[in-house]
T-cell receptor
Framework: ETGVTQSPTHLIKTRGQQVTLRCSSQ?????VSWYQQALGQGPQFIFQ???????GRGNFPPRFSGLQFPNYSSELNVNALELDDSALYLC????????????FGPGTRLTVL | DAKTTQPTSMDCAEGRAANLPCNHS???????VYWYRQIHSQGPQYIIH???NNETNEMASLIITEDRKSSTLILPHATLRDTAVYYC?????????????FGTGTRLTVIP
C-alpha cells in the first residue's frame, strides 16, 4: 500500500508569484486535507476536499485554493505569494471525511523570498 | 473545538516509560482526545484516540481522567525513535469534518 506522497520536496519562489503543490492520497482514500506549518508551530488547517469539492476551510484567504481530481489526488494553489507563506505544507488523506485517522505526507517546504 | 495545554518539552531515558500530560479543562461531552506525533522532517503520525475510557494500542496507552479534563499519553518503553513533537488534540468526531487543530505540542527527547 502506497502512502501519501507530495511533490515537490522543496520549492523557492519570490513574492507575488504563484505556486502549485501536489499530493497523491493513500490508495482508497477519498478525502484530503491541507495544512500549513510555520517554523516552530503546529500545523494549521487550510481546507479539506471530499469527492472533488471543498467542504471545510480554515482561516486562510481566497488566494489559497485547491483541487481534487477523480483519482483523489489533490493540488494546493497559492497566488500572490507573501513572505509569510514560507512554511511546510502538509497534505493528509483519510478513508472518509471525518475519519479518526489522517495519514500525512512528508510535506513540501516552500520558501518565499 | 476545545484548547489544550501541554508542557513545551520533556526528557525520558531510553527504555523507560514516557508519560506525556495534556490539559483540556474545557472539553465538551462529545469531544474526543487525539494524539499525533511528528518526527523531525516528517508529517504528523496518528497515535491513538479516546472519549472517556482508557485506550491501548500497539504504540501507546491513553489514560483519560474521570472528569475528562486531562489525559496522559504513555509510551511504555521509549526508544530513541520516539523522539518527536507530540500533539494532544480535542475534536468533535463529526462526519465530514477532518480539520485537526494542532497546538505547539510537547517536544519529547529520549536520552540514551
Amino acid at each position: 500500500e502506497t502512502g501519501v506522497t507530495q511533490s515537490p520536496t522543496h520549492l523557492i519562489k519570490t513574492r507575488g508569484q504563484q505556486v502549485t503543490l501536489r499530493c497523491s492520497s493513500q490508495s482508497g482514500h477519498n478525502t484530503v486535507s491541507w495544512y500549513q506549518q510555520a517554523l516552530g508551530q503546529g500545523p494549521q488547517f487550510i481546507f479539506q476536499y471530499y469527492r472533488e469539492e471543498e467542504n471545510g476551510r480554515g482561516n486562510f484567504p481566497p488566494r489559497f485554493s485547491g483541487l481534487q481530481f477523480p483519482n483523489y489526488s489533490s493540488e494546493l494553489n497559492v497566488n500572490a505569494l507573501e513572505l509569510d507563506d514560507s512554511a511546510l505544507y502538509l497534505c493528509a488523506s483519510s478513508l472518509v471525511a471525518g475519519a479518526d485517522t489522517q495519514y500525512f505526507g512528508p510535506g513540501t517546504r516552500l520558501t518565499v523570498l | 473545538d476545545a484548547k489544550t495545554t501541554q508542557p513545551t518539552s520533556m526528557d525520558c531515558a531510553e527504555g523507560r516509560a514516557a508519560n506525556l500530560p495534556c490539559n483540556h479543562s474545557t472539553i465538551s461531552g462529545n469531544e474526543y482526545v487525539y494524539w499525533y506525533r511528528q518526527i523531525h522532517s516528517q508529517g504528523p503520525q496518528y497515535i491513538i484516540h479516546g472519549l472517556k475510557n482508557n485506550e491501548t494500542n500497539e504504540m501507546a496507552s491513553l489514560i483519560i481522567t474521570e472528569d475528562r479534563k486531562s489525559s496522559t499519553l504513555i509510551l511504555p518503553h521509549a526508544t530513541l525513535r520516539d523522539t518527536a513533537v507530540y500533539y494532544c488534540i480535542v475534536r468533535v468526531r463529526r462526519s465530514g469534518a477532518n480539520n485537526l487543530f494542532f497546538g505547539t505540542g510537547t517536544r519529547l527527547t529520549v536520552i540514551p
